[in-house]
């Protein structure tokens, strides 16, 4: 499949390296409209898979024709989150960049997949779904899986086991509203509670929610692990491997929810999105996922 990814800043060099480090793509696409910016950045990564002996390469352009024939497209750009900034805050100023890029999308691609990366993610994802009237199986934003790398993280902290033995579960708004399950996590297949108490768990839970904030405020920005939860995305599209990944999607009645894009888990494989799986919340869990998507649909609101 080739991939073509649009945006070469931070998040989207760090994209396009992670899927030629797990060689994806013999040949992978980096635009941007900054002249040089995408050169820049394709010379840099090729010369670190170079010496890893790894083929793919990069490809750096201005040029959005060099979008025909992608299989996979990822939409990063648009203006990142500064210091004291919530997701929510870039609404305005990124739809205008989304709305025009999904279009140049849709005029040079006729049939692809399409991975949301700029933030607000859901709201982002919804408006490129709508620009390019792609089908909701193929358009689906990051969020989930970046949230779940971090969730993941928090929960190898409190219990200090092997990562590997982590299995763990995010959905709801890629924001404020975000539900990381404590309740649908594991260590291989205990549930978690067997490993931590309440009072840790209300802790794991806070701290997923808020800790991009915390890593913009040290650094400015957040942009490993955006990149590896893309070549995650990615890779299952690729190789068909049908992995089940919590990502931004087009809910049409699961979860009580319709007309949004929110954070659920989904089967994602060669086609798109092949199954959204529908869990069995609790009452609390179902408000927190409501609150979520009562801000996605008061920002989509705000757009058409």
């Known amino acids: 499949m080739t991939i073509s990814i649009i945006g070469s800043g931070k998040v989207g060099a760090s994209v396009a390296l992670n899927c030629g480090l797990r060689e994806l793509d013999p040949k992978i696409n980096l635009l941007d409209i900054v002249e040089g910016l995408p050169q820049g950045e ?144 594991s260590v291989s297949g205990i549930p978690l509670q067997e490993f931590i108490d309440k009072d840790q768990s209300m802790q794991i839970y806070e701290k997923t929610k808020q800790v991009a904030a915390e890593v913009i405020k040290f650094k400015g920005a957040t942009v490993y692990a955006p990149g590896n939860a893309v070549s995650t995305m990615i890779e299952s599209i690729v190789k068909d491997k049908k992995t089940v990944i919590p990502i931004s999607v087009y809910l049409d009645g699961q979860y009580g929810v319709r007309d949004v894009c929110l954070g659920a888990p989904a089967i994602v494989g060669k086609s798109g999105v092949e199954k959204i799986i529908e869990l069995p919340l609790d009452d609390f869990e179902k408000d927190q996922f409501a609150k979520g998507a009562d801000s996605v649909k008061e920002a989509i609101s705000n757009l058409f």
Do not use: W
């Not at 990063?76 to 989304?98: F, Q």
């Not at 025009?100 to 779904?129: G, Q, R, W």
């Not at 579960?169 to 399950?181: A, D, R, S, Y």
């Open 42 to 185: 394709a010379m840099d990564i090729n010369h670190q898979l170079s010496e890893k002996g790894l083929d793919s390469y990069i490809v750096g352009s201005n040029d959005y024709s060099e979008l025909k024939n992608s299989d996979i497209v990822v939409l990063v750009a648009g203006v990142g989150r500064k210091p004291g900034m919530t997701r929510m805050d870039l609404l305005k100023t990124n739809a205008s960049i989304v709305r025009d890029v999904s279009l140049k999308i849709s005029e040079n691609v006729n049939d692809c997949i399409l991975v949301v990366v700029t933030n607000p993610l859901d709201p982002m994802t919804y408006l490129a779904l709508k620009t390019t009237k792609f089908p909701p199986n193929k358009v689906m934003g990051m969020g989930g899986m970046l949230d779940l790398s971090r969730f993941t993280s928090f929960i190898h902290d409190f219990t200090k086991v092997s990562r590997k033995s982590i299995s763990a579960m995010v959905i709801g708004e890629h924001g404020e509203n975000m539900l990381p399950l404590i309740r649908f996590s």
